[in-house]
């Protein structure tokens, strides 16, 4: 569990950091959205939900969200993604992209629905939020979700040998 | 029974495990609106484990910048050069007329024995990081509590007002933009004094709301701080008016507002760090009630 949560700490930071002095400044893929989907599909639902909760405490923390939305949002989108890798292809590019734009898309919902129930705002002025950020963000996750994810499992081996191993053993029983 | 219950929590314990997930969620949410020093504290604890390895990787990245920026990218630098060289003349230019401009100003004030404002102490600040996602905006700084930093406090730069302070570490904290949904700052425009309050539109924008109709705005108008909120000094920047709307009903107008730092590229910020001065209208306030208190 600590080694992902250290990984889970380095994509935050890369998020924070490099990725924000891309020359499209604010538009960026979600890297521990990324990670938050991959674990999904690694690790079983309690020690992999608390993993989620924890990058989207992480998330909350660096953000300026006084509320804790993420904490909320992280562990539901990891939940889900368990829910639907087993009902769904998702070994192709544009399968593995199109599930990571669908649940970005899903996530900036979720919070849009959250700021609203909490703190009140006048819809009008998120709506544009959503052509200018959400949508180019969840597209460019989209993009980015194949490439992480063959790098993910080419570390997978040595990164999360015990669970990878947990999981095939689980999956064989009767 | 006890092992009927025990079949049953088996069976049920994924459920069981979610809904003490999104409980949990819900509970730190409530605590944090209300503020509890605990969550506070455990914030605290992890972004002291996060920010070092932050600031490591914006030095690595400015280092690599500045190497490309210095050593790799001096194509223009003629142009650039003639261009600073005159940029400078025109500056000098306007510095004799400030001078000027000052010892005239001091000659007045004398006149009309005016007591000296002394601006705030304040600490220059390290953008460190900014904010992960992208409905919010905040940035995260190389200074804390150990620095004097409190919750609040007014982040500034030569340029303008920046935000405040929101959450604390010993030796990091996170700075909440005025251009964040969350943010509000009591301000006026500098041409008509009419007051309103504004709000951050997200990306690299500013909405003034409760403008008045009545007042007379125009695009290009600038809008300072009115010092009455308590957190910003009277008279420092915010931005300028790009847009005025005032075809829609209500008492109020609308008018959106390009602040006048660029929020996307901070990197050095000053933090206020001593609380300012009682404001005028407060002060009167309180010789009001001390004179009915005598009567």
Redesign the interface.
């Known amino acids: 569990m600590i080694f992902p949560l250290l990984v889970g700490?380095?994509f935050?930071?890369?998020?924070?950091?490099?990725l924000?002095?891309s020359p499209i400044?604010?538009?960026?893929p979600?890297l521990?959205l990324i990670f938050t989907l991959y674990l999904a599909f690694l690790f079983p639902?309690?020690s992999g939900?608390?993993l989620a909760?924890l990058m989207?405490?992480?998330?909350d923390?660096?953000?300026?969200?006084?509320?804790?939305?993420?904490?909320?949002s992280r562990?539901?989108v990891f939940?889900a993604a368990q829910f639907f890798k087993e009902r769904f292809y998702l070994e192709g590019f544009s399968f593995q992209s199109l599930f990571a734009f669908a649940f970005n898309l899903l996530e900036?919902i979720l919070?849009?629905i959250l700021?609203n129930a909490?703190?009140p705002?006048p819809l009008g002025?998120?709506y544009?939020?959503f052509f200018?950020?959400?949508l180019p963000?969840s597209f460019l996750t989209g993009l980015a979700t194949p490439l992480l994810f063959f790098v993910f499992q080419k570390g997978s081996s040595l990164l999360f040998r015990q669970p990878e191993r947990e999981i095939k053993e689980g999956g064989y029983r009767p | 029974m006890r092992v009927r219950d025990f079949f049953i929590v088996r069976r049920y314990y994924?459920f069981i495990?979610?809904t003490l997930?999104?409980l949990?969620?819900?509970v730190?949410?409530s605590l944090?609106?209300k503020e509890r020093k605990g969550v506070e504290f455990f914030?605290a604890l992890?972004?002291e484990?996060?920010a070092p390895?932050?600031k490591a990787?914006?030095f690595v990245?400015k280092t690599v910048?500045g190497t490309f920026g210095r050593y790799v990218f001096l194509v223009n630098l003629e142009k650039e050069n003639r261009m600073l060289k005159q940029k400078i003349a025109e500056l000098q230019t306007e510095s004799h007329r400030m001078e000027e401009m000052r010892l005239a100003n001091e000659r007045l004030k004398q006149l009309l024995q005016f007591r000296e404002k002394n601006f705030p102490p304040m600490i220059g600040a390290e953008v460190?990081?900014?904010?992960?996602?992208?409905?919010?905006?905040?940035v995260?700084v190389d200074k804390g509590e150990r620095d004097g930093v409190k919750k609040g406090m007014a982040v500034i730069s030569p340029a303008g007002v920046i935000g405040r302070t929101?959450?604390i570490a010993p030796h990091y904290a996170?700075v909440?933009?005025i251009t964040?949904?969350?943010s509000a700052v009591d301000s006026i425009v500098q041409r008509t004094r009419a007051k309103a309050i504004v709000e951050g539109?997200?990306?690299n924008r500013c909405?003034l709301k409760y403008l008045l109709r009545t007042e007379e705005v125009a695009v290009g108008d600038a809008v300072v701080t009115s010092g009455l909120g308590g957190n910003f000094p009277k008279g420092l920047m915010v931005g300028q008016v790009k847009k005025v709307d005032k075809k829609g009903h209500g008492v109020f107008q609308y008018a959106e507002l390009v602040p006048s730092v660029d929020m996307?590229r901070l990197e050095e910020v000053f933090i206020i760090v001593e609380p300012l001065p009682p404001s005028a209208p407060r002060e009167e306030k309180k010789v009001k009630k001390g004179k009915k208190g005598k009567k």
């Open positions: 700490i380095f935050l930071i890369l998020q924070t950091t490099l924000s002095y400044q604010r538009v960026r979600d521990l639902p309690i939900g608390i909760f989207g405490y992480l998330m923390l660096f953000s300026g969200n006084t509320l804790g939305f993420y904490t909320v562990p539901l939940l900036g919070i849009f700021m909490v703190q705002l002025d998120l544009p939020l200018r950020f959400l963000q | 994924l495990f979610i997930l999104l949990l969620a819900l730190l949410m944090r609106a914030d992890l972004m484990v996060c390895a932050q990787s914006t990245i910048q460190i990081g900014q904010d992960p996602s992208s409905w919010f905006k905040s995260t929101l959450k996170t909440l933009l964040d949904y969350n539109k997200g990306e909405q996307t």
